[in-house]
């Protein structure tokens, strides 16, 4: 019954590591031709907190089915 929600926050996980790895090779990008962080790295911080708000709700959404069957 929880498969679509771990699967959900399994692909969480999959992204947030996705967006560390592209993060850090950016970065190194950036030290390397002098370019600015800020608007060179905008989709990659984007990336990195959607994984974050995507992990939290598919651990909340657990959380809220599982009282529902329990109240």
Same mark, same amino acid.
Request: glycine content about 8%; charged content about 10%.
């Given at each position: 019954?929880?498969?679509?929600?771990? /699967?959900?926050?399994?692909? *969480?996980?999959?992204? @947030?590591?996705?967006?560390?790895?592209? +993060?850090?090779?950016? %970065?190194?990008?950036?030290?390397?031709?002098?370019?600015?962080?800020?608007?060179? /790295?905008?989709?990659?911080? *984007?990336?990195?907190? @959607?994984?974050?708000?995507?992990?939290? +709700?598919?651990?909340? %959404?657990?959380?809220?089915?599982?009282?529902?069957?329990?109240?």
């Amino acid at each position: 019954m929880y498969n679509y929600v771990w /699967l959900s926050t399994g692909m *969480g996980i999959v992204v @947030l590591f996705l967006a560390i790895f592209f +993060l850090v090779k950016d %970065l190194a990008y950036c030290e390397r031709t002098q370019q600015k962080k800020l608007t060179y /790295l905008l989709a990659n911080w *984007g990336m990195f907190l @959607l994984a974050i708000v995507w992990i939290g +709700l598919g651990i909340s %959404l657990y959380v809220l089915i599982q009282n529902q069957l329990t109240a």
